[in-house]
Each structure stands twice: as C-alpha cells, then as structure tokens.
C-alpha cells in the first residue's frame, strides 16, 4: 500500500496502522489522522492506497480527541480511587472543563484534588491501551446497567443503530461519544484548579498553539454558567433523555417551551431594574457577543422591556460608521480586515455619541453596503433620559466609546451558557450549540448550504477570540440567550444540510461529530416557538422581522 504524506510517497508491503506510520516518519505530536480526509484515530489500518495527513496539538479536531481521552482517564482515576463515586463534566469558563460530584462521600479539598491528580498521572505513566470495542446495544445496556452508569442506559434508549460502540482500558469502559487517543500514554499536559463546586481542567487548546491558556477567572461569566447548571436541575432537563420526556407529548412540549422562554423574560425583567435604578446616569447600553447569540432579537426585546418602564432607547447601528473595504486595516494575508475596530471610523462614532448624550442634534452617517460607501443618514437629538443602544462586535470595547465615562455606560454580554449534557461524561459544546444556529440561519437566510457556512466559521472563531472574549470582563450583565429546548427545534433544520456533506468534504468530520448527538433528540415543532422568541432569530418566523 502506498501512503501519500506531506507529498511524499511511503510504501508498506503489510497492514500498519496510523499510529506506527506516524512514529516511523518522525511525527511525534499526531493525535489523530485524516485518511482521504476521513478523520481517523491512530490505531486505524489502512487498507488502500490513501492520501494521510497528521494531525498535532494545533489541530482542533485532533484536540477534541486529546480532551475526550482527557475526560475519560480523569473518570477512569476518580472510579479507581472512589469506587462509588458519581462524576459530571461541563464545559466552563476559561476554555476549560469543570468536573462535578454528583455522588462523592468525601470532601473535595485540595488532598483530595491532589490525590486524583496523582491517580491520572499514574495512570498516563503506565500508557495503557485504550481500545475501542463494538457490542450490540442490548448488550452495551446490560454492561451499563451493572457498572451503575444509568444515564448511559438511558440515552441508548433513542439510539437507532442495533450495535454500539465503547472503549475499554485496564477493564474500565466508558464512551465519549468521539474519537480517543491509543493509551494513556498520548495525555502529555493538563492542569487541575481547585473551583467551587468542583475542579477545573485545563488542558492544550489549538486556537493557543496547542497550549494550556492562562487561567483567567471570569466572576460575572462563571456566575452565569452557575446558573444554566442551576437551571437545568430545576426543570429537569440537562440532559437528552430529560429533555426527550418533554418532546414525547405536545402538552409536556408546550410547557417546556414556555418554561424556557420564561427565563429569558425573567433576565429581561432583571435588567431592565438594573437599567431603570440607575437610568439617572446610564446613557449609553452596549451588546456584545459572538455569532450567534441572539443580538438582534434580544436588543429587541430589551429595548421593549425598557419602553414598559417609561424608558425610550433609541438604536444606533456601529455597523454604519464604517470606513469601507479601501480604508480598513489589512489581516495577515493583505486583505481588509472588515472585523478591526480601526475598519470603524472610532473618531467619529465617539463625537457623535458625546454630542447626542449631551443633548445636541446630530446627522448619523448611513453606510451604504451595496455600494460600499458611507452616505448622509438621519439627524437625531435625544433627551437626556433617553438611552442610546449599540449592538456589535466591538460594543463592549472601551476603544469605540474612549470618550464616554464609564459610570455612563452599562454592558450586556450575550452567548448562550448551555449546561447541557449528553449524559453525565459528555457535555454539550457551547460553541457548537452556536454552529447549529449559524447554519439553519444561513441557510433560512442567505440560502447557503451548512459547507459553506463551516468555510467562515474558522474565521469567525478567530474574530470572536480577537475582539469579543477579551472584551467579556467589561460586562455588567451577562445574558444567557440558550434555550434549553432549543436543540430538539434546530435538529429537523439541522439534519438534512448535515448529511448532504459528502464524506470526501473537508467539513464531513464536523458535520459527523454534531450528527452524533443530533440523533438523539427527539423533535419538537416550530408551531411552539413564540413569534418573539430569541429562537425565531434563526428558524424565521420571528415578528420582528418586517
């Protein structure tokens, strides 16, 4: 067989897997391969002549690998040293993972932190085969039943396949719902941080290099995580088979629903007293998230919030003070970066926010996308209880507003903070809630297919790390835009762009890793969604689309 890497040609006269390829040409960081760019795990074999690529710790799809092994060995340690024991991962602030007992007859102090640590390591040092077995699913729900991991049990229930995968190591088994790594072995650095309720874990990111990032606490966005965990219990619904209760019957369906939509007007009802208590100083309300979070909708529904308390903001588009292609900064590949605060005329949007907060008349500008150009807009004068609301990228960034006061200005932060779970070991990704958004809004909207929707969000991604996380901690609110519900309503507009990716895409591997817990949801109709519902932002139908 003739293996094509890096153009070169290496040929093998019997069947070698991945991994044995990859120590012979010298590539010591793989994690993980694409073979006729199908993603594969380094113990596959080869069977025909393949175009290979190796993947490292720069990689994100070969990262996602390294941290579902990552979770595995942490919950393989914590059964090896507290036997009966209950464990539960979410994804957290800092890019890291937080781990929670749910069952644990100990205290978690930091001996007890130390002592797991010691575990994982012991474990990584003996680098342990881990082995990726198929059983059929009456087999895999006795297996689960007698190892006591019943929320395993229970997803397997809306499983349409009759067969089942599951890894074992040293006679533990698990499943991550993805690829691992060969053995312990591969796991070279984590860190663990003692945090409240329970531990952190950081590990490689490939957006840092394939480096742990500093740990950076995040009070008001750890606080809104707090909450979504909170949430999640009290309506019994973190999880797909909970969730899947609620979608068995229309009325269960409908109360779901208005449950989540609920919370959504319990936040809005929050800040509009934060808003209303301190109005006397507040003159200008900046939004701010990544793509995805519901901006629109949401500035919306605060700004009727606000009209309901007397309160009459007036909305200023930041998209209409920009310079135009010809005048913004250049990315690294030469062309204009659109996504730059300096693509905006910062100058300008300053002079005219300080002169309408201080009462005098001023004519906006108007950018005219089609043509490319900023043209005359409308003039305007406020009365001085009257608020200005910016909504974009740079909202938050005290760069575009330098020359108004801080004590002037209220920050809402806005992303969905999902607390969701497959089952106990397999958190729901909040980036990849946002995705799913991305690609039935596009499609609805601009009539793009969910590749070419995965074309951009690398560069999204690098946008949102650039200008809108580093922005996060000036948030005096953070607004939690997830609807619990909202999966079994996308997953019907999901699917069907999902599998039309054929499988020699470069983004099948995406598309194939959000198929597998896609599948599990059970539907529940759009008929159900509000016509004001944040969700109606990316299925259509939303009233305030006219």
Known sequence: MKFTINEAVHTYNKPTDLKTIAKEIGKKDALA???????????????????????????????????????????????????????????????????????????????????????????????????????????????????????????????????VNLYECDQYINYMFGYMLPSTGYLSTFNFILYHPGFLIQYPRAEYDGKIPPFKDEPTFGKALKEASKWGRIISGNTIPKMNKFAKEVVSSVDFVNMCETKHAHQLNELGDLIENNIENIRLIGIAGPSSSGKTTFSNRLRIELMTRGIKPVMISIDDY???????????????????????????????????????????????????????????????????????????NEKLTHSIPKHQKFNIYIAPQTQLHIDDHNPISITELRLLRRIVR?????????????????????????????????????????????????????????????????????????????????????????????????????????
Not at 39 to 68: C, M, N, Q, W
Not at 342 to 355: C, I, P, R, S, Y
Not at 442 to 449: G, P
Not at 493 to 510: E, G, S
């Open 33 to 163: 391969a694409t073979v006729n760019m199908r993603l594969r795990e380094l113990s596959y074999i080869p069977t025909h002549d393949a175009t290979v690529e190796f993947l490292d710790y720069k990689h994100p799809d070969a990262i996602k690998i390294y941290e579902s092994t990552l979770r595995y060995v942490v919950a393989m340690a914590v059964k090896n040293l507290y036997p009966n024991a209950k464990i539960r991962f979410n994804y957290s602030i800092s890019r890291s993972i937080l781990a929670v007992f749910d069952q644990f007859n100990g205290i978690l102090n930091q001996t007890t932190l130390n002592d797991i640590e010691k575990e994982v390591h012991n474990l990584i040092e003996k680098d342990i085969p881990i082995v990726r077995r198929r059983i059929s699913l009456g087999e895999a729900m006795k297996l689960y039943d007698e190892l006591d991991m019943h929320d395993k049990v229970e997803i397997l229930k809306y499983r349409d396949e009759d067969y």
């Open 322 to 396: 920009y310079f135009g292609k010809d005048n913004a900064p250049k990315d690294e590949f030469g062309l204009p970066d659109l996504e730059h605060v300096d693509a905006l005329d910062v100058e300008l949007f300053n002079h005219d926010m300080l002169k309408l907060i201080q009462g005098e008349s001023v004519t906006l500008p108007h950018f005219n996308f089609q043509k490319g150009k900023r043209e005359t807009g409308k003039t305007i004068q406020i009365p001085h209880d009257q608020p200005i609301i910016i909504e974009g990228i740079h909202a938050l």
């Open 442 to 546: 596009d499609q609805k909207y601009r009539n793009s297919s969910a590749s070419d929707t995965m074309d951009m969000w690398p560069s999204v991604r690098r946008g949102e790390f650039k200008w809108i996380y580093p922005n996060q901690k000036e948030a005096n609110y953070v607004f939690n835009s997830e609807l619990t519900y909202e999966l079994a309503v996308l997953k019907k507009h999901a699917v069907a762009q999902l599998r039309a990716i054929p499988k020699d895409n470069k983004h099948f591997i995406t598309a194939n890793r959000l198929l597998k817990f896609l599948k599990y949801f059970m539907d529940i109709e759009d008929e159900l969604v509000p016509c004001n519902s944040l969700l109606r932002e990316f299925i259509g139908g939303s009233s305030f689309n006219h």
